[in-house]
């Protein structure tokens, strides 16, 4: 016999024998003419509790796979959306912000494959004086390695690149003193939530992870949302006819502060055109941090001791050699 049944034995023969003696009391008391009789307080049934213990002990998978169930609907009833907008709102009001960003691109061109990776380095002021440094590299198979850096202040550009002749050269802004595009906005929150149903959202412990899965354009759209400004520096022209295209996109999102931690991006296809084949597969990943920690960027001042104008006889930038 199992301990719960031998424990709920002896209490029902506990609670038999209490019950007779005071079926006995209570026929003694109705003898005595005039005496009042004081019932003393039931004590709580105990039966229900233990029972109900024994069976978490005895049975602890099932209570650890109710509990697991619990906490799964508990993610699937978090809504995309909103996660999404919460977070574009605390993006939206970031005065500073850093982030590092790799990319690898595979193509292949009938037997001929190329192999590039670029990574870019950057720190953007995300209110007045409005400016951005950042340093990018591009390594390649078939090319030399490209190094260059770049402060973008709000009147002029200041730049180094490996493919130049001078150490350090400099263009006016070409926007002046326009504000650069905004981490967020009012169009990336609505493409983002135009598509929130190709969103599915898991929970980590500190983060939700929104994972995309979707058409093409809206995989583009999706992605020059969030981190346009980092993928603009390190994406590259592909053929607009690329068929069997298999793409995913993941957003990692603080809980507490709902900003952007990471961006993780997988994306291929290929092209069948007669005798001549392509194929290219992307994978990059942006990180985020440091978030509001940067109120100034500065040009050392050896840069702009350096720093050669760069412009042609039109009086156009020079970008390269």
Avoid at 16 to 29: K, L, P, V, Y
Avoid at 224 to 244: H, N, R, T, W
Avoid at 272 to 281: I, Q
Avoid at 282 to 305: C, F, K, M, R, S
Wanted: with cysteine; glycine share 4%; hydrophobic share 35%.
């Amino acid at each position: 016999m199992k301990k719960a049944n031998v424990f709920l034995f002896f209490v029902c023969l506990f609670v038999a024998a209490c019950s007779q003696n005071d079926s006995e009391n209570s026929t003694d008391g109705s003898r005595v003419e005039g005496e009042e009789a004081t019932a003393e307080p039931a004590e709580p049934d105990q039966s229900v509790e233990v029972t109900a213990e024994m069976e978490e002990i005895e049975h602890p998978e099932e209570m650890e796979e109710a509990e697991a169930a619990s906490e799964e609907q508990s993610a699937s009833e978090i809504d995309a959306a909103h996660v999404l907008q919460q977070s574009f709102e605390a993006m939206a009001g970031l005065t500073s912000v850093h982030m590092n960003a790799s990319m690898e691109v595979h193509e292949k061109i009938d037997d001929q494959e190329d192999i590039e990776e670029k990574t870019i380095d950057m720190t953007m002021l995300l209110q007045e004086p409005y400016s951005k440094h950042f340093a990018l590299e591009i390594q390649s198979n078939s090319n030399d390695l490209i190094i260059s850096e770049v402060y973008e202040m709000p009147d002029s550009h200041y730049i180094h690149s490996s493919v130049h002749d001078v150490d350090w050269g400099t263009i006016p802004n070409p926007n002046g003193s326009q504000q650069p595009s905004a981490f967020i906005t009012e169009a990336t929150i609505d493409d983002h939530l135009a598509f929130r149903s190709n969103f599915e959202v898991s929970e980590e412990e500190n983060e939700y992870v929104l994972t995309f899965s979707g058409t093409y354009d809206q995989f583009m759209s999706t992605v020059y949302g969030g981190a346009i400004e980092m993928l603009q520096k390190v994406s590259k022209e592909f053929p607009m006819e690329l068929e069997d295209v298999i793409n995913s996109y993941k957003i990692t999102i603080d809980k507490d502060t709902y900003y952007v931690k990471y961006y993780n991006i997988h994306y291929e296809g290929q092209v069948s055109d007669g005798e001549m084949g392509y194929f290219v597969s992307i994978d990059g990943a942006v990180t985020v941090d440091e978030y509001n920690e940067h109120n100034e960027i500065i040009v050392p001042q050896e840069v702009l001791d350096e720093a050669v104008t760069m412009i042609d006889n039109a009086g156009n930038p020079l970008m390269g050699e």
